[in-house]
């Protein structure tokens, strides 16, 4: 067995592991069953057991969360730093704080020994009724904001000795409500992380209520009551499922190793054998372990979600039933990706073992024979059919998905982008490879098959293109596919089979690494656009249709459905009649924040309740009722509820809806709401503030402007971009043929997509996108580029192993074009890091300037307002006792939040405050900024949910010059506008660098190339001298230092061709002297017999004349055989030199050297004795090579003849005859066991006069030689007197 | 059983919606969409969806294509089965249809959907479960 299978494991340790495996499944298994007949016969118990074990965790987890707010407020409050400040009464104890990290959902406030606020970060939640400031022990609670949050708290006393200097104050936050969900804003809520843990539903109660039957309580280590949560008993069925699950989950462990070991049994199987049954049992194989791993869940059975690759299994990212589930998630994309790159390895290996190396002529072979031009077609077709393929999975991973390709928030996209893009790079690979391997398999069939001579030299390949280009423009027109792609893909994989990649490892290299990403990402990035187009398309028609419907029936519905669960509450009959303002407005804000309403979008809602009199009881804190809206009243009937579109204001559609309460028959009151869409800030996209935006909303019109016309003139618009009031000529008209165009606008610089459709109702409603710039497509396909390089690192890390292994490095020759290329690759990233990092830096650093002189400027014009304001010698902030917060932001049109000392006392937009979207409380750093250093301005960074912005703040100083009260302005949509400027100044940069290390990369080829040729042209001279070939001149003419070389190199060839020359006449009057001594020598030898055989005659003769005719007959018989055996011999030994001397005429052809050696073989087994053995080992393929037939089986009979010669002692020897082909040559070897040669005779072997034998002029290996290198090739010897000896020769493979 | 209180629950919720004029068959619709609901039937759900549909399950609503909306609404099913479902309001305007439902997993779910009137017939362009 060869020693590699033997080194990566037996079958026989494979049958043993598969075994063992069966069995663990099988054991787990049996551990599950019993399991699951336990908990049907004690189901009580178990489902104890499982709250047992659920509570033990939680309480775990909750100490451990104690533990840890303990442990951090003990080192907080025993800083030496914070005890001094507290004890000095400076500002110091801020800047103690300021300087720490305090992130959600952790909060700190200190307060001294009377209970001030001397510091605080986080968010703000109120004292309880009663803070414990005097207490010099730990003390734990609740602290809860209403029903918006609650959180651990501690209560830390801090001493110094045994002076109690204040406390410091921990919060964790366990709650927190959010109005709206998106990927920027989220409720928390600590149950879902318990729910996770305890593997069982939790539900957390917290605040002043009645604590919920079979309610656990949470406590805290000093005893106090926190909460309360509840653990749902579960069901048997939920019980037996998640044991199912727990062991299922171990079993697939089991059977993921099995899949393993019965893959490498037929992989080993496969190997032996290479046919093509193993090799499609091989791939089925393979791809029915990923169909499995499908149907077990796996991997994704094992994080059971949890962070943090959840989300790689989430399909709210992406999911498509492609490939029978394929696709399902992003997570089994990429693995799905990996096994068709293993599948793609696995049919280009077999390419490669089968066939070996594709001849050139196998190219032209196959275009011009009917036969293999369809081989052809057929891998041209199937190479289409998989770039298809591609497509479609291109478009299904952009269309089937919610990841937002285009965003430019950074430069990089982020994780779960990175990972499909990777995935995608990975199964675009494996197409290159696998149409790489068709093609590769079509060509060696032809290069297998006899080189027919001729064949018909009609162009097939004429037929066969024009067939392909109808197949490409069907799939074209029929799936999008750019042709351009196809074509591109075809070309691509051409070349591969060209350069051979499967077989040569130096594609494995940095620069092959490097060039095959930036293939492989050129090529996926238009499929990825064809699904980008498609989803921007359906995004546009569909805002389209929806926008600017007039009376919108979700959102009727949606407050129809708001005011039927409001007077569902349980609540509200003994509210009115207990006529409880703070029950009604408590109950109108928790049913005002209803989910279906929230997910609108962009509407302000209010509440309010009426009771028989039609007086208002309370509600949402709201103006008045609107006149418009008591007229609902006169409509309502005692049990109906009505909603309809209220009077049109100017930011669209609003809506109101009534209906009664009543209770045992009897009318309390009334219901009422109204429903507002929200004014749109100036420059935003939307209504509503982004981050603000529920998530479907921002699905449906983010980067979407859209405007409506009627007659042409606009009547509403959102976005940016519909700034003209006029509707263009163009569209009107060619809306007058069509209810829908899609065009290209124009607005200045920009271009945008654009779509106009036309109303049932005449209105025109226009959608623009903008358009994707150069230096866009330069952006994007940078970042495909990155994923390319992440899929390409292990590739590189790979190849290193592998080429170290074959010896390819440490390189012993690397080619100076190679050297230069590295080294200008090597510059140009060491050039483009550090712009791209100072780039970034200037550039974010000028959008910070930005935002802060944006800020600054913008504060500086309120003051300037309020001084307006002002009377007499007033300073500005006196001027606030007379303007409202409102009325001085709709004046300067902006948000605003006024601050007296660090709190909160009014804002422009108080849903944000009562939503605790805007803290109550000055964050500390603007706090230190403006009080403690002095500053009128200090720009501050704050988060919304994960939303990071930069809000300004700006103190109105009083007489005393102390800040009185502080202005703050957040950038909530000029941040966006600003981060997204940068962006797209960050997408330009480094589009710009993507281009610049392009460029860079060409120039350093062609460069490299130039630089390069004129060392390759002096390589070439020097190798034709050492040839013998003294006439090639070295055209370089450049005027530096290689043409001087160049020029050197040819007077030296000059001289060598004149001693050569000379040598050579030497050499020749030297071999004409040797030739005509040994020619005097060897007719000497014949002549000499000749002349006493003629002298013998010559008495005989005279004999003859005495009478002894008998006598003179037998003598003259034998004389005359003398004679005309040593004539023939003359005439041998001058045919032997005529052959010596003769020039070549010689019939060199193509032929097969296995046919010429089996002829020799064969004339010469004839000849043998019956004793010895021909050995023929000659592979099944054909090795070709150009010779004179004749004269290459003449070689090998000679060789023939001296092995029998040199075994003439062993009668039972062994002639061995074998040929392969090695690299580029074929190897040939005539091996004997005979005696071998004896070393004083090795250096004459292939000397002309040399011979062991008694006669014979001892030529023919002489001439042997002078054959084998006029064909171009070696011939040579290894002997041992015991084992014989060993004749070889090579010769270059054909081409 | 589980069959008759789901058709006896759809029969009193259907008795406390107003079914106008002309929309016959969208009652039928949203009842395959109760019974699917029951047993978890994703393709049924979303049988009619439109092309593209607006989808919030306990989290952030999104614009899915129809594909991507049936595994996430399977994967729903898997993290919270259901016990029990049942339509409470039903309500019919131009060219819309909505209702709302109670979904019982391991607790209590609400469901909203909408229908609109395309080209094409009715489809189901929004369904959001809400906490």
């Not at chain 1, 995004?539 to 007039?550: K, L, N, P, Q, V």
């Not at chain 1, 007058?736 to 049932?760: I, K, M």
Request: glycine residues 6%; hydrophobic residues 50%.
């Amino acid at each position: 067995m060869p020693k590699r299978q033997q080194w990566m494991g037996r079958p026989l340790h494979l049958a043993w592991a598969g075994a063992l495996l069966i069995g663990l499944i099988a054991l787990t298994y049996g551990a599950a069953e019993w399991h699951g007949h336990w908990l049907r016969r004690a189901p009580l118990k178990a489902q104890q057991d499982a709250i047992d074990r659920a509570e033990r965790r939680i309480a775990a987890r909750f100490d451990a969360m104690q533990e840890t707010m303990e442990r951090r407020a003990q080192a907080l409050a025993s800083d030496s730093l914070l005890i001094s400040a507290l004890k000095s009464r400076s500002d110091t104890v801020i800047r103690f704080v300021a300087a720490r990290q305090f992130p959600p959902p952790w909060s700190m406030a200190v307060h001294d020994q009377d209970g001030s606020l001397k510091t605080w970060t986080g968010v703000t939640i109120p004292l309880g009724a009663v803070a414990p400031f005097n207490a010099r022990t730990l003390r734990w609670g609740l602290a809860s904001d209403g029903d918006w949050r609650h959180a651990l708290e501690l209560w830390h006393p801090i001493l110094d000795g045994d002076e109690l200097l204040g406390h410091l104050r921990l919060l964790r936050l366990l709650y927190e409500r959010r109005t709206v969900q998106n990927e920027y804003l989220q409720d928390y809520r600590v149950e879902e992380e318990w729910s996770r843990l305890a593997r069982l539903p939790v539900s957390t109660f917290f605040g002043p209520q009645e604590s919920p039957a079979n309610a656990r309580v949470l406590a805290a280590r000093d005893g106090a009551t926190i909460g309360y949560y509840a653990l749902r008993a579960p069901a048997l069925e939920q019980l037996a499922s998640n044991t199912k699950r727990f062991y299922f989950s171990i079993i697939a462990v089991w059977v993921v190793l099995l899949l393993a070991v019965a893959l490498r049994v037929i992989w080993l199987r496969y190997r032996a054998d290479r046919s093509w049954h193993w090799l499609a049992a091989t791939g089925l194989a393979l791809w029915g372990v990923r169909f499995v791993l499908l149907w077990a869940d796996v991997p994704e059975r094992w994080q059971m979600g949890k962070a943090p690759l959840s989300p790689l299994f989430d399909a709210t990212h992406l999911a498509t039933p492609l490939g029978g589930g394929l696709m399902r998630s992003t997570g089994d994309f990429l693995v799905s990706a990996i096994f068709l790159f293993f599948f793609a390895l696995l049919l280009l290996r077999h390419a490669h073992h089968r066939y070996g190396a594709v001849s050139p002529a196998a190219w032209q072979l196959l275009w011009y024979s009917p036969r293999h031009a369809v081989r052809g077609f057929a891998a041209a077709l199937l190479g289409v059919g998989l770039i298809v393929l591609m497509g479609v999975v291109a478009r299904r991973a952009v269309v089937d998905s919610t990841v937002s390709y285009l965003s430019r928030d950074a430069l990089l996209p982020d994780a779960l982008i990175l990972v499909i893009f990777c995935a995608l790079a990975i199964c675009t690979l494996a197409i290159v490879i696998m149409m790489a391997a068709l093609i590769r398999m079509a060509l060696g069939a032809v290069s297998a098959a006899h080189p027919g001579k001729g064949g018909h030299r009609v162009p097939y390949w004429a037929v066969a293109l024009i067939l392909l280009l109808m197949v490409i423009t069907a799939a074209h027109v029929r799936l999008g596919l750019p042709w351009t792609i196809v074509m591109a893909f075809l070309l691509v994989a051409g070349a591969a089979v060209h350069m051979d990649i499967g077989a040569n490892l130096q594609w494995l290299s940095m620069r092959g690494v490097l060039l095959a990403t930036l293939i492989v990402s050129t090529l996926m990035y238009p499929l990825i656009l064809v699904g980008l187009n498609e989803r921007r398309v359906v995004r546009m028609e569909h805002a389209a249709t929806s926008f600017d419907r007039g009376f919108d029936a979700s959102v009727a519905f949606a407050v129809r459905d708001l005011l039927e669960e409001t007077r569902k509450d349980p609540a509200l009959a003994a509210a009115f009649r207990s006529r409880d303002f703070t029950a009604l407005e408590r109950i109108a804000d928790t049913h005002s924040e209803g989910a279906l309403l929230a997910s609108r979008g962009a509407y302000d809602v209010a509440v309010h309740f009426l009771d028989t009199d039609q007086m208002r009881l309370g509600g949402s804190d709201s103006d008045s009722i609107s006149a418009r809206s008591e007229a609902l009243l006169d409509r309502a009937a005692s049990s109906n509820v009505i909603v309809r579109a209220a009077a049109g204001i100017e930011s669209g559609q609003a809506y109101e809806g009534i209906a009664s309460v009543g209770a045992d028959g009897t009318l309390l009151g009334w219901i009422m709401v109204r429903a507002e869409p929200q004014v749109l800030p100036e420059g935003a996209d939307t209504p509503l503030l982004r981050i603000l935006l529920p998530s479907g909303y921002r699905d449906l019109y983010a980067n979407l402007s859209i405007g409506s016309f009627r007659d042409g003139i606009l009547q509403r618009s959102i976005g940016r971009s519909f700034r003209h009031y006029a509707l263009d000529a163009d569209v009107v008209r060619a809306l007058q043929d069509t209810s829908a165009v899609w065009r290209l606008d124009a607005y200045g610089s920009r271009r945008y997509e654009a779509h106009y459709r036309r109303q049932q109702d005449g209105q025109i409603v226009g959608v623009r996108a903008r358009s994707i710039a150069l230096f866009d497509h330069l952006y994007y396909l940078l970042r495909l580029i990155v994923a390319g390089l992440l899929v390409g690192a292990p590739f590189y890390l790979v190849g290193l192993v592998l080429r170290r292994r074959v010896g390819m490095l440490p390189a012993k020759h690397v080619r100076f074009q190679d050297k230069m290329l590295n080294a200008f690759l090597v510059m140009a990233i060491i050039a483009v890091i550090p712009v791209g990092i100072v780039g970034v830096r200037v550039v974010t650093e000028e959008n910070t300037k930005a935002i802060q002189s944006w800020l600054r400027n913008h504060l500086h014009l309120v003051e300037i307002a309020l001084a307006s304001e002002a009377q007499g010698d007033e300073l500005p902030y006196a001027a606030l006792a007379r303007v409202s917060i409102d009325s001085l932001a709709a004046r300067v049109g902006l948000d605003l939040n006024l601050y007296e000392g660090r709190e909160l006392i009014a804002s422009s937009r108080p849903e944000l405050v009562r939503e605790r979207l805007t803290d109550t409380r000055m964050p500390l750093q603007a706090y230190e900024a403006l009080f403690v250093d002095g500053y009128k301005f200090a720009p501050v960074a704050q988060q919304l949910g994960h939303f990071g912005y930069t809000a300004g703040y700006h103190a109105l100083l009083d007489e005393a010059g102390v800040p009185r009260f502080v202005l703050s302005v957040p950038t909530l949509p000029e941040q966006e506008r600003i981060d997204e400027e940068r962006a797209r100044t960050l997408a330009y940069l480094f589009g710009a660098l993507l281009a610049l290390m392009i460029l860079v990369m060409v120039t350093a080829s062609v460069m490299a190339s130039a630089l390069a040729r004129p060392i390759a042209r002096l390589q070439q001279g020097l190798r034709a001298v050492a040839r013998g070939r003294f006439e090639r001149r070295i055209a370089i003419h450049s005027r530096d230092e290689v043409g001087q070389l160049a020029q050197t190199f040819n007077e030296m060839q000059n001289q060598l061709a004149e001693s050569r020359r000379q040598l050579t006449q030497q050499e020749r009057q030297l071999a004409w002297r040797e030739m005509a001594r040994q020619v005097a020598h060897e007719i000497k030898n014949p002549l000499t017999p000749m002349k006493l055989s003629l002298q013998h005659l010559q008495r005989a003769f005279a004999m003859r004349r005495r009478g002894d005719v008998k006598r003179f007959r037998e003598l003259f018989a034998r004389v005359t055989s003398t004679l005309i055996r040593e004539i023939d011999s003359l005439a041998h030994i001058a045919n032997e030199f005529a052959s010596f001397a003769r020039m070549p005429d010689r019939m060199v052809e193509h032929l097969d050297l296995v046919d010429v050696m089996r002829e020799a073989a064969a004339l010469m087994q004839a000849e043998a004795n019956d004793g010895i053995t021909f050995d023929l080992q000659f592979p099944e393929a054909s090795l070709v090579v150009r010779a004179d037939r004749k004269e290459l089986k003449r070689i090998y009979v000679n060789l023939l003849k001296n092995a029998l010669e040199a075994m003439h002692e062993d009668p039972e020897g062994v002639i061995t005859m074998e040929a392969r082909r090695d690299a580029d040559t074929v190897y040939s070897a005539v091996r004997d066991t005979g005696c071998g040669i004896a070393p004083d005779l090795r250096e004459k072997i292939f000397e002309p006069s040399f011979s062991t034998k008694s006669s014979g002029a001892g030529l023919g290996l002489a001439i042997a030689r002078q054959s084998i290198e006029a064909s171009g090739g070696t011939i040579g010897f290894r002997t041992s007197e015991t084992s014989g000896t060993v004749f070889y020769i090579r010769l270059p493979l054909a081409n | 059983m589980r069959s008759i209180l789901v058709k006896a629950s759809f029969a009193l919720g259907l008795s406390a919606a107003l079914v106008p004029w002309g929309h016959a068959q969208i009652p039928a619709l949203v009842a395959a969409v109760d019974s699917a609901f029951v047993q978890e039937d994703v393709h049924k759900v979303l049988a009619q969806a439109a092309e593209y549909i607006e989808m919030g399950l306990l989290g952030q609503s999104r614009l899915y294509s129809q594909r991507q909306a049936q595994r996430r609404l399977g994967q729903f099913f898997r993290d919270y089965p259901p016990q029990s479902f049942v339509w409470s309001t039903m309500h019919a305007d131009d060219g819309h249809w909505f209702a709302t439902g109670r979904y019982k997993a391991y607790n209590m779910l609400r469901v909203y959907a909408h229908w609109e009137q395309q080209a094409s017939g009715w489809k189901l362009v929004n369904l959001q479960v809400f906490k």
